[in-house]
Nanobody, 121 residues
Framework: QLVESGGGLVQPGGSLRLSCALSGFRSETYTIGWFRQAPGKDREGISCISGRGGNINYADSVKGRFTISRDNAKNTAYLQMDSLKPEDTGVYYC????????????????WGKGTLVTVSS
């Protein structure tokens, strides 16, 4: 089971920190990815982190503003989102798989139900 939390309403330029809690999985054996689905758009890969954190990818749209991290001892991953823009609005999902190279394209094995992020003044 994957459970996202930390979404909400934030003004442009603000920050949010999303969490993804894993249960029933050995965290360090899985790549974790964050994905976003904006209203009326397809789901897109935002960021991925390998099992031990040695490999990380970001979508160009969030580079320099978002930071992915994980704490395997807590079976939790995080997405720190700074300098938020209205176009960052959407439902954010975390997901896991066993292959880092498949993550950004969304080829994941298990998904959470998502948390809504709204960036608006």
């Amino acid at each position: 089971q994957l459970v996202e939390s930390g979404g909400g309403l934030v003004q442009p330029g603000g920050s949010l920190r999303l969490s993804c809690a894993l249960s029933g999985f050995r965290s360090e054996t899985y790549t974790i990815g964050w994905f976003r689905q904006a209203p009326g758009k397809d789901r897109e890969g935002i960021s991925c982190i390998s099992g031990r954190g040695g490999n990380i990818n970001y979508a160009d749209s969030v580079k320099g503003r978002f930071t992915i991290s994980r704490d395997n001892a807590k079976n939790t991953a995080y997405l720190q989102m700074d300098s938020l823009k209205p176009e960052d609005t959407g439902v954010y999902y975390c997901a896991i798989n066993g292959m880092f190279n498949r993550c950004m394209s969304g080829r994941m094995d298990y998904w959470g139900k998502g948390t809504l992020v709204t960036v608006s003044s």
